[in-house]
């Protein structure tokens, strides 16, 4: 399996959005996009998907952006990528199963089924707040700013 390019922004993005989480305040595309170096109107793509699968809230007006629509705990990988990627768990051309149903319901059983399973139980397990985890144990000391 490939994650897109769409796919690997929107987890970005999404994981940009959780860090502001708490704030309450919406972020612009704008901003995700100088902070991220991704092209403003990509983003606008992804953040319609991931709008469309429930995932955040847009704001209009002045003030306006978008918002996790859920606590960072209760969005997984899987909710994010599967809003994004419209070919993720899609079943192949029917071909083989018109020509040799046999073999394709024994594929589909014992290799797609589970592989689809295994990809989905995985990105399930984890959430945006284990990715904020992640990223402040990588934090280098190194990284941190001190006031004297």
Do not use: C, W
Not at 17 to 31: E, K, M, R, V
């Amino acid at each position: 399996m490939r994650i897109s390019a769409k796919g690997r922004y929107g987890l970005a993005a999404m994981a940009h959005l959780a860090l502001n989480y708490s704030g309450g305040s919406p972020i612009t595309i704008i901003s995700i996009s100088e902070k991220m170096g991704i092209s403003k109107i990509y983003l606008e793509q992804v953040f319609a998907l991931l709008k469309r699968g429930g995932l955040v809230l847009s704001l209009k007006g002045s003030q306006g952006g978008y918002q996790l629509s859920r606590a960072p705990k209760d969005i997984t990988a899987y909710d994010i990528l599967a809003s994004i990627e419209t070919s993720m768990m899609e079943p192949a051309d029917k071909t083989v199963a018109d020509t040799q149903p046999k073999l394709e319901n024994a594929l589909q059983e014992l290799v797609f089924d589970r592989l689809d399973d295994a990809i989905r139980a995985s990105l399930a397990e984890v959430n945006l707040e284990d990715i904020l985890l992640e990223i402040e144990k990588n934090s280098s000391p190194d990284q941190l700013m001190y006031f004297i």
